[in-house]
């Protein structure tokens, strides 16, 4: 059986904390501390949830048509994205969500 090599790993991670799981439910699944997970979405590029949010942003649509002139398919692009395909499509049919800032630039 194939053993899974560090790379594989890393990639699985940071695939799970895009699909919306926690650092500690990650680094539970491998055996790994949180921080190293940390460490791998760092690496990735993969910007940081705030504490508690356990959901995935979706990208604008102007990003998702990029995605899509290049890979061809809302299926591979909601896996890039780590979003359903459903969402993929929602998001190109009514575009981008009004923005939830104030004034200020703070959310509501």
Request: with cysteine.
């Amino acid at each position: 059986m194939h053993q899974p090599t560090p790379n594989d790993i890393r990639r699985k991670a940071v695939r799970l904390y895009r699909k919306g799981f926690s650092l500690r439910t990650v680094g539970e699944m491998f055996g790994l501390s949180h921080n190293a997970v940390l460490r791998y979405v760092r690496e990735a590029g993969v910007p940081r949830r705030t504490r508690g949010t356990q959901f995935v942003v979706t990208p604008p649509v102007a990003e998702i048509r990029r995605l899509m002139a290049r890979f061809g398919s809302m299926e591979q692009v909601a896996q890039i994205c780590g979003v359903a395909r459903g969402t993929i499509k929602r998001r190109l049919r009514d575009g981008d969500p009004p923005s939830r800032l104030g004034d200020r630039g703070a959310p509501i």
